[in-house]
């Protein structure tokens, strides 16, 4: 493996696929079929959707998965597997940051831990 090549979860991004998949699906009021159909082209452009629709859907990642989708992201939303690529990134960064503050708060409470 070269450096700096991520790994990547198959199953995660599935299983995030799917939940966008029904994220959409309910916001859009269609059928994850319909949804499904347009997987792999690129979902923003090709769909038709109202700049409104997009916005719901963007907020509604967001408040699903406790991200924040900043604008210089925006080009990546282009299909559902894209989608998932990216929710995953952030999502691994967040889980990462959470870890190194647990265990900095962890260091700091034994270090202040007065002995008996």
Same mark, same amino acid.
């Given at each position: 493996?070269? !450096?700096?090549? *991520?790994?990547?979860? *198959? ?5 995030? !696929? ?6 959409? /699906? ?5 059928? !994850? ?6 997987? !792999?082209?690129?979902?923003? *452009? ?13 907020? /509604? ?43 900095? /708060?962890? *260091? ?9």
């Amino acid at each position: 493996m070269s !450096k700096g090549a *991520k790994v990547v979860d *198959k199953k995660r991004l599935d299983r995030i !696929k799917e939940e966008i998949i029904s994220l959409i /699906a309910d916001i859009v009021e269609g059928s !994850k079929k319909d949804v499904r159909k347009i997987v !792999k082209t690129n979902f923003i *452009k090709g769909s038709n959707l109202d700049s409104l629709i997009v916005l719901e859907i963007i907020s /509604a990642l967001e408040k699903t998965y406790k991200v924040e989708i900043e604008e210089k992201h925006f080009p990546r939303l282009g299909n559902i597997g894209d989608m998932a690529m990216l929710i995953d990134e952030l999502t691994t960064v967040k889980e990462q940051e959470k870890t190194c503050l647990t265990n900095a /708060a962890e *260091k700091k409470m034994l270090k202040n831990k007065k002995p008996q």
